[in-house]
């Protein structure tokens, strides 16, 4: 089984604590991955320091595929999430949280991170790491 590990973003802190109640935010970490030649993908999310994410928020990364086209290159066209890391309940240093796909990857994929805070104001933060691990049969 061939295969290539794609550093997505060394250790970063995401502080969302500010964003409104019940509303949400994208980033996207990175975009145009190729994995034309992959057959399935692991994502590998790694929480470095202990989180703050309070009851009813939450912080997801995600892979969608990316339908990157250099003809429309202002315009993003990213699909449904094909996998999805939760991190929930102020998650301790250490955690690791491993999340596989293996179809509908299509040519390209973005990860990105997804926070939706509480219909309470929480505290969200995390300090993370994100690696694809792209494979083929």
């Known amino acids: ?15 969302f604590s500010d964003l409104a109640a019940s509303k949400s935010q994208t980033v996207t970490l990175q975009e145009q991955i190729n994995c034309s030649q992959y057959d399935y993908v692991d994502m590998i999310v790694r929480v470095h320091d202990d989180a703050t994410i309070g009851g009813g928020a939450k912080i997801e990364v995600v892979a ?13 066209f990213f699909g449904d999430p094909i996998a999805t890391a939760s991190l929930t309940s102020s998650p301790t240093a250490g955690t690791l949280k491993i999340v596989s ?11 990105q991170v997804v926070a939706t805070q509480d219909a309470q104001q929480q505290s969200m933060s995390a300090r993370i790491s994100v690696e694809l691990v792209l494979k083929s049969r």
């Open 1 to 15: 089984m061939a295969g290539k590990v794609v550093s997505v973003t060394q250790p970063r802190e995401f502080n």
């Open 64 to 76: 969608v595929t990316d339908g990157h086209t250099e003809y429309d290159p202002n315009q993003t």
């Open 101 to 111: 796909a293996s179809s509908l990857l299509g040519r390209a994929l973005a990860v």
